[in-house]
């Protein structure tokens, strides 16, 4: 009878010890190839979810870790960058308006924060250095109040100047110097 045989060989994949070699040596690193294509697509959502959070510091980290481990995927590269600007851009403005409104602790951490995101920002440290002198000016012009009440009004006069050569937009120096001249 004309039946199928049972016993006829199958093709089996005959590998010589060469080839059995390097499956041996490329197996393991096509499973990391994938295993870390899918790691570093779960830190790019990571860090989008962050960043939609205002999580910025965190999730610029992500950007740049994502981007750094796939170096020729634009799209990491060119969300790490975007994001980086957006988010310093954000908490920079958040520091101003914390400054402007008198807030200097809140704007000095916010100031910081920024230098997290963007280290080498003249903008942050300038905001910074914006804050030390708006305390220091703070300071001294309480010193030239206790002059002008105790109507030491020569030194409060050089004080204030001082004051107003480095804020020429200090309100309260300004009104210093209007009680001087009044008195």
Do not use: W
Not at 29 to 38: E, I, S
Not at 78 to 89: M, R
């Amino acid at each position: 009878p004309n039946c199928p045989n049972d016993d006829a060989e199958k093709p089996m994949l005959i590998l010589n010890s060469a080839d059995a070699r390097l499956l041996r040596y490329l197996l393991p690193l096509a499973v990391a190839l994938v295993v870390g294509g899918c790691g570093t697509t779960a830190q790019f959502r990571e860090a989008h979810r962050l960043f939609d959070r205002g999580e910025y510091v965190q999730a610029v980290q992500k950007y740049r870790a994502t981007s750094q481990a796939r170096p020729m995927n634009v799209e990491y590269r060119q969300q790490y960058l975007l994001k980086q600007q957006e988010a310093f851009e954000t908490v920079a403005h958040q520091a101003e308006r914390a400054r402007l409104a008198g807030n200097l602790t809140e704007a000095e951490t916010l100031f910081r924060t920024a230098l997290q995101i963007e280290p080498d920002a003249t903008l942050a440290n300038e905001g910074i250095k914006r804050i030390s002198a708006t305390r220091r000016h703070g300071e001294q012009l309480v010193k030239i109040d206790e002059l002008i009440a105790d109507g030491k009004l020569d030194p409060a006069e050089r004080m204030v100047r001082v004051v107003l050569a480095e804020d020429p937009a200090s309100r309260r120096a300004q009104n210093s110097l209007e009680r001087i001249r009044a008195a």
